[in-house]
């Protein structure tokens, strides 16, 4: 079945930076866009970003457009979220997800926690 | 931006009951909307997309409806597994949103 592993969280202080990573196995990664989404704690579920599955179209919440960027290596199977300038509100556990049919997301990774904190 | 509401914030029901959840947009989203359970330290797990499928694996207790602003989901019947936190989410046009949640917990 689908898998999907994040790491790559962890405590950073506010104003630097971070990368997360997700690696992709048992499906076809190169046929699907990839979403970032994240939770802070106690909190809803807040979308940050998609990415096609060719990587041709990029869509950022408002949020975090202009601090993150999405990425993926389609031969490496592997989605990226570069995070800059953090303030403690990215505070969150952040969650890979499998688009399907861009309409919704038909499968989560465990998720990585990301804390930002002097 | 499209908003989504859930009502009620929570619910306290028995196993057994029938539960009603509700999700209204800011406005129309078609079909184009999904429910989630998500339970305590575990990521969520799609339950319905396109207002009214079931996903793969999802018992038939759970159905979907609703289309435009106005959607449902129900839990004919709830078992002991089933008290978890549910969002609806659409993606109509970016971004796509989620709902704030509701609560299913036990009475």
């Known amino acids: 079945q689908v898998q999907l592993v994040e790491s790559g969280g962890g405590v950073v202080q506010p104003g630097r930076s971070l990368r997360l990573s997700c690696a992709a196995s048992r499906f076809t990664f190169s046929n699907h866009g990839m979403h970032w989404v994240r939770q802070a704690p106690g909190k809803g579920l807040e979308w940050v970003a998609v990415?096609?599955?060719?990587?041709?179209?990029?869509y950022y919440a408002d949020s975090v457009k202009g601090r993150f960027t999405i990425s993926r290596d389609n031969s490496k199977n592997t989605l990226d979220l570069q995070m800059n300038s953090l303030r403690t509100e990215d505070s969150a556990v952040y969650y890979c997800?499998?688009?399907?049919?861009?309409?919704?997301?038909?499968?989560w990774g465990q998720g990585t926690l990301v804390i930002v904190s002097s | 931006e499209i908003v989504l509401t859930q009502s009620p914030a929570t619910l306290s029901l028995s196993p057994g009951e029938r539960a009603t959840l509700s999700c209204r947009a800011s406005?129309?989203?078609?079909?184009?909307l999904a429910w989630y359970q998500q339970k305590p330290g575990q990521a969520p797990r799609l339950l319905i997309y396109?207002?009214?499928n079931r996903a793969t694996g999802i018992p038939v207790r759970f159905s979907g409806s609703g289309s435009g602003t106005d959607f449902t989901l129900t839990i004919s019947s709830l078992e002991p597994e089933d008290f978890a936190v549910y969002y609806c989410?659409?993606?109509?046009?970016?971004?796509?949103?989620f709902g704030g949640g509701t609560k299913v917990e036990i009475k």
């Open positions: 406005q129309s989203v078609s079909s184009y």
């Open positions: 990415i096609w599955y060719d990587g041709s179209n990029k």
């Open positions: 989410q659409q993606r109509i046009n970016w971004p796509l949103t």
């Open positions: 396109d207002a009214s």
């Open positions: 997800a499998r688009d399907r049919a861009s309409t919704h997301i038909d499968h």
